[in-house]
Nanobody, 122 residues
Framework: QVQLVESGGGLVQAGGSLRLSCAASGSIFSINVMGWYRQAPGKQREFVASITSGGSTRYADSVKGRFTISRDNAKNTVYLQMNSLKPEDTAVYFC????????????????WGQGTQVTVSS
């Protein structure tokens, strides 16, 4: 069984910063891409940022220059540093990872965390 657990959400004023963390645990053979998505009330879940095991990153245009994604492969953990936060960044942030379970090495499956709330006040 594989689990992703997010932490670090909260309430912050506009212009402030937050750092999200997501740790993957369980029977893991390897992890390919890890990333963050978000879902605001009444809206569809949208891509925020992703990072490969080799460190290649990709960002949504709306967060470029403000958010930074990083990962610690030894800890199976991905981070999202969010700076210059805006009220429109308010959403539930979900961690996602493409994981190869120990019992199926080489086959990758998407796993999701339970989400962490980020609220930015104006």
């Amino acid at each position: 069984q594989v689990q992703l657990v997010e932490s670090g959400g909260g309430l912050v004023q506009a212009g402030g910063s937050l750092r999200l963390s997501c740790a993957a645990s369980g029977s893991i053979f390897s992890i390919n891409v890890m990333g963050w998505y978000r879902q605001a009330p009444g809206k569809q879940r949208e891509f925020v940022a992703s990072i490969t095991s080799g460190g290649s990153t990709r960002y949504a245009d709306s967060v470029k220059g403000r958010f930074t994604i990083s990962r610690d492969n030894a800890k199976n953990t991905v981070y999202l540093q969010m700076n210059s936060l805006k009220p429109e960044d308010t959403a539930v942030y979900f961690c996602n990872a493409d994981v190869s379970p120990s019992h199926y090495p080489g086959n990758y499956y998407p796993y999701w965390g339970q989400g962490t709330q980020v609220t930015v006040s104006s």
